[in-house]
């Protein structure tokens, strides 16, 4: 018989063949045969697809069953990776805000089995979810009392909902603001069943334009730091203080919510001072709201301080119970909450308040060191150079502040017609490692600015692998 009269199609194995042969016999231990017959059928099936008589060789089980494997392989490997933030924002919603402290990741471990969490181990009773965190959030706020739910947007919701559901909430045009990721002042009010009654203008709101819309209706007066935005020149809006008394002449509760809130003085560590909680509660305010993974430092939560009969109202709302943070959450948070109760050593033990502060001369230290590398893995397509640039602190945290930084900066060699191709591949090739390393693309080229990069070595170990085709 000659080769052209043979059906190509005879010569592929069938699916039980493939489970039999010896090249997949790993694959079966490593992933179990169902997931192995469903990577061999899919193959199966692409291979009858492309053949074409000159190629009977990919026929082959040796090269089926390495197709398989890489079908496998990509199929296992997981979703969510570490990557390295080089694009210059501390706090990156989108690379997970704040990274965890190895105190924390300890503490996650610790409660990841079996845990007290709702279990007071003196009694040998039920216990409250809440008993971890609010003897600490009280000592590091002075609040009379403290919960915790997922994030400061359930926060919000949840204070908004408990307090004054159909009911008014006074609050300044100059902060209905829109926080990213659909949050929306004026949205939340309404899903949590207030009535938004908006007072002053965008930039001047007076203490009269709250003091002449408090009525029958009013259920709180709130305050909503601005924290993504700043507004500047002719602006006016009354002291806290003053808006906390009005509130409390008309028998109300004052609600701040602060968005991110510190809970140490930032500017102790070289940083734009950022409104405390125990600062707005020592204000008059009733209630404030934060959240856990913005300058905080910790895990993703939202966490609310203030009066213990107003707590007690908002952890009764049966919305608190679906809000309620994991045990892992609250292992990580309470280990954070712990750093805090030690100013002194906080910027060497939180990796937030540390990056945010790292010094400008350890940065460019560190450019000087790594760039030879870089510049050698992209000699062929690219030069590479430390540039002066400056990073924010992200999540809507201190808005208008940015920080000396320095940064690699990655130009193609060929300059013109084709430039910006090549940095998008470069930007690609460093987004396809192992731990994808995300910088920003600025004036035709590829920034990666150092303060956020810990893991030295971890960085320049995995470089040969770029692959720039
Ligand atoms: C960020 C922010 C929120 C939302 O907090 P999350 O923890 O991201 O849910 C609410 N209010 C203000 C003022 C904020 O800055």
């Known amino acids: ?47 009858r697809r492309d053949l074409k008589p000159e190629n009977a060789a990919e026929t082959s089980e040796s090269a089926i069953a390495a197709r398989v494997d890489a079908v496998l392989e990509a199929l296992s490997r997981p979703s969510l990776v570490r990557v390295f ?20 990741i300890e503490a996650m471990i610790q409660a990841a089995g079996a845990c007290n969490l709702e279990y007071d ?50 609050v300044s045009r100059g902060e209905l603001i829109e926080i990213g990721g659909a949050f929306r002042i004026p949205d939340i009010m309404s899903r949590a069943g207030c009535t938004l009654r908006e007072v002053g203008t965008t930039n001047r709101t ?17 305050k909503v730091h601005a924290s993504n ?25 004052f609600v701040n919510d602060l968005g991110s809130g510190a809970l140490a003085d930032l500017s102790d560590y070289g940083l734009p001072h950022e409104p405390m909680p125990a600062e707005v509660l020592a204000d008059g305010a009733d209630i404030v709201t934060f959240s856990g993974d913005k ?52 910027a060497a033990r939180l990796p937030t308040i540390g ?19 870089v510049a050698c893995v992209l000699s062929e397509v690219a030069t590479v150079e430390i540039v002066a640039c400056r990073s924010q602190i992200g999540s809507g945290s201190l808005p208008v502040d940015r920080l000396d930084s320095a940064a690699l900066a990655i130009r193609p060699l060929k300059q013109g017609r084709g430039e910006g191709r090549i940095v998008t591949q470069i930007t690609e090739a460093f987004r396809a490692l192992p731990a994808p390393v995300i910088g920003r693309v600025q004036d035709r080229a590829l920034l990666l600015d150092l303060r956020c990069l810990e893991d030295e070595a971890a960085f320049t170990a995995q470089l040969n692998q770029l692959s720039l085709s």
């Open 1 to 47: 018989m000659s080769q052209g009269n043979v059906n190509p199609r005879v010569a592929i194995p069938s699916v039980d063949r493939m489970l039999r042969a010896p090249a997949l016999s790993a694959a079966l231990d490593a992933h179990g045969r169902p997931a192995v017959t469903d990577a061999v059928r899919t193959v199966l099936a692409a291979v």
């Open 85 to 104: 933030n080089l694009t210059g924002t501390v706090l990156h919603t989108n690379l997970g805000r704040a990274p965890l402290p190895s105190a924390a």
């Open 121 to 170: 181990l003196d009694r040998g009773k039920r216990g409250d979810r809440d008993s971890h965190l609010e003897p600490l959030l009280q000592r590091l706020t002075g609040a009379e009392a403290a919960t915790v739910v997922n994030n400061n947007a359930a926060a919000v919701l949840l204070v908004l909902n408990t307090l004054a559901r159909d009911k008014e909430v006074v």
């Open 206 to 222: 007076h203490l009269s334009d709250y003091a002449d819309n408090i009525g029958e209706d009013t259920a709180l007066v709130m």
């Open 229 to 253: 935005y700043s507004i500047e020149g002719f602006t006016t809006a009354p002291e806290e203080a003053a808006l906390a008394a009005l509130a409390h002449e008309n028998n109300v509760p």
């Open 295 to 346: 300058l905080l430092g910790g895990p993703q939560a939202g966490l609310i301080v203030g009066r213990a009969d107003l707590i007690a109202k908002i952890r009764k709302n049966p919305m608190k119970r679906a809000m309620r943070l994991d045990k892992v959450t609250i292992a990580a948070l309470e280990a954070i909450l712990r750093l805090y109760t030690d100013p002194e050593r906080l």
């Open 355 to 373: 990056l945010l502060s790292r010094p400008v001369a350890e940065i460019n230290a560190l450019a000087a060191r790594i760039c030879p590398v």
